[in-house]
C-alpha cells in the first residue's frame, strides 16, 4: 500500500476507523500533488475536499485519476463553506489552516464544527513558536506575517503551546501534540514547529 507523507493523519485515520461512525470524511485544504484524502479513499471512505486553489485542485485531481479514485475536490473557502450542517463524521485541515489571519482561522474552525457531525472527530494542526520562520517576512501582529513562499506572498500564523486550546473550549481533546521537524530542505538545515489536535465533537 502506497506511504503518504503526510505521517500525523495516520494517527487521526486509525481513531476514524476504530470510531465506528459512517465513514465521511471532509478535507479543507484538500489540494496539492500528494492529496492525503486518497489515503482516507483507500480504506473505503467517502471523501469531500475544499480548496481555493485551482492549480492545487487539478495537482491533486491528476494524482487521483492514476489511481483511478474520485476524490470530490471542489473549489471554496473554508471559512465558508457550502456544505450542511452535520454532514461529516470527520472533518480536518492538515498544514492549512494557518495560512490565514487568526480571526480567519477561527471562522475556519466554527465553520469545520458546523459540519461535522455529533461524537465525530476533527484534526488540524497549527505552526507553533519553535519555527524557523517566526520572525521573517512583513509583521500583521500577535504571531503573525506575510511571507514569501514559492515567490508569492502567503500568511503564516504561529502559535503559542496553549493559545489554540480556547477555540475548542466545547470539544473534548482526544490527541495533542508539540511537534519540532528537523530536517533538509533545498540543501539547508530548517526547523519545523507545529502542534496537531485531534478533538471529538
Same mark, same amino acid.
Given at each position: 500500500?502506497?506511504?503518504?507523507?503526510?505521517?500525523?493523519?495516520?494517527?487521526?485515520?486509525?481513531?476514524?476507523?476504530?470510531?465506528?461512525?459512517?465513514?465521511?470524511?471532509?478535507?479543507?485544504?484538500?489540494?496539492?500533488?500528494?492529496?492525503?484524502?486518497?489515503?482516507?479513499?483507500?480504506?473505503?471512505?467517502?471523501?469531500?475536499?475544499?480548496?481555493?486553489?485551482?492549480?492545487?485542485?487539478?495537482?491533486?485531481?491528476?494524482?487521483?485519476?492514476?489511481?483511478?479514485?474520485?476524490?470530490?475536490?471542489?473549489?471554496?473557502?473554508?471559512?465558508?463553506?457550502?456544505?450542511?450542517?452535520?454532514?461529516?463524521?470527520?472533518?480536518?485541515?492538515?498544514?492549512?489552516?494557518?495560512?490565514?489571519?487568526?480571526?480567519?482561522?477561527?471562522?475556519?474552525?466554527?465553520?469545520?464544527?458546523?459540519?461535522?457531525?455529533?461524537?465525530? #472527530?476533527?484534526?488540524?494542526?497549527? =505552526?507553533?513558536? /519553535?519555527?524557523? !520562520? %517566526?520572525? &521573517?517576512?512583513?509583521?500583521? *501582529?500577535?504571531?503573525?506575517?506575510?511571507?514569501?513562499?514559492?515567490?508569492?506572498?502567503?500568511?503564516?500564523?504561529?502559535?503559542?503551546?496553549?493559545?489554540?486550546?480556547? #477555540?475548542?473550549?466545547?470539544?473534548? =481533546?482526544?490527541? /495533542?501534540?508539540? !511537534? %519540532?521537524? &528537523?530536517?533538509?530542505?533545498? *540543501?539547508?538545515?530548517?526547523?519545523?514547529?507545529?502542534?496537531?489536535?485531534?478533538?471529538?465533537?
Amino acid at each position: 500500500m502506497e506511504v503518504f507523507k503526510q505521517v500525523p493523519l495516520y494517527r487521526y485515520l486509525a481513531l476514524c476507523n476504530e470510531s465506528g461512525l459512517e465513514r465521511t470524511v471532509l478535507d479543507c485544504g484538500a489540494g496539492g500533488d500528494s492529496p492525503p484524502l486518497s489515503l482516507f479513499a483507500g480504506y473505503g471512505y467517502t471523501t469531500c475536499g475544499i480548496e481555493m486553489n485551482i492549480g492545487q485542485i487539478q495537482k491533486a485531481n491528476q494524482f487521483a485519476e492514476k489511481r483511478k479514485q474520485k476524490l470530490n475536490i471542489q473549489q471554496g473557502d473554508m471559512r465558508n463553506l457550502p456544505l450542511a450542517d452535520e454532514s461529516f463524521s470527520f472533518v480536518y485541515s492538515y498544514n492549512s489552516i494557518f495560512h490565514m489571519k487568526k480571526e480567519d482561522v477561527r471562522k475556519a474552525l466554527n465553520e469545520m464544527k458546523r459540519v461535522l457531525q455529533p461524537h465525530g #472527530l476533527m484534526f488540524v494542526n497549527f =505552526l507553533n513558536l /519553535k519555527d524557523f !520562520r %517566526v520572525g &521573517e517576512g512583513v509583521d500583521l *501582529g500577535d504571531n503573525q506575517y506575510e511571507q514569501i513562499e514559492d515567490d508569492e506572498p502567503v500568511i503564516h500564523s504561529y502559535y503559542d503551546y496553549s493559545e489554540a486550546d480556547l #477555540l475548542f473550549d466545547e470539544m473534548e =481533546l482526544i490527541y /495533542k501534540e508539540d !511537534r %519540532v521537524v &528537523e530536517r533538509i530542505y533545498e *540543501g539547508k538545515k530548517i526547523r519545523q514547529g507545529f502542534i496537531d489536535y485531534i478533538l471529538k465533537k
